[in-house]
């Protein structure tokens, strides 16, 4: 169960970095703000949360209010609409995923939130470098010698830096 919610923890971050690359802040926000919709839908399918009369009308409430902020939005971006949402949903998922995953622990042993990140950690940076690697695809942007080598040294310097906060939360 830890790898889906490492993966889904992983495109939420991803898609959301590289829709900010697309459209507004203001937009990411109203957009992203749909993330208690897709937590209380996932948690109707995961059989945690009942669903009633209430709930469903405080999500046709949200969905309606997110629907009308949209609509007057003067940068609209298909692609970063698209993955804007996408993150939404994978951040609905992660929480349910996260939820599920510890209930299920806590009948094993006990595991404290910060012991699924360590375990989580893993799986996120896997799926997260290569949706980077995918999406940013930075290797073909490089043509000569000289700024493939500033490149090669930038991303060392940022791989020691990643590396020394990784040994830092390690020990």
Known sequence: MEIPCGIA???EISCANASLVLITLSFYTVIKSSTPVWVLLFSFMF????PTLNLIAVIS???VGVSLTVDGESHYNTQGFILVLV???ASGLRWN???FL???NDKQQQQSPLATMYHLSPIMFITML???LYIENPFQHHQNASSYLDFVF???ISLFIMAVGGILGKS
């Open 9 to 11: 923890a992983a495109i």
């Open 47 to 50: 059989g945690f949360e009942k």
């Open 61 to 63: 409430l949200i969905v």
């Open 87 to 89: 993150a939404a949903i």
């Open 97 to 99: 995923l996260t939820q």
């Open 102 to 104: 510890m209930k299920n």
């Open 130 to 132: 290569s949706l980077s």
């Open 154 to 156: 930038k991303a060392l």
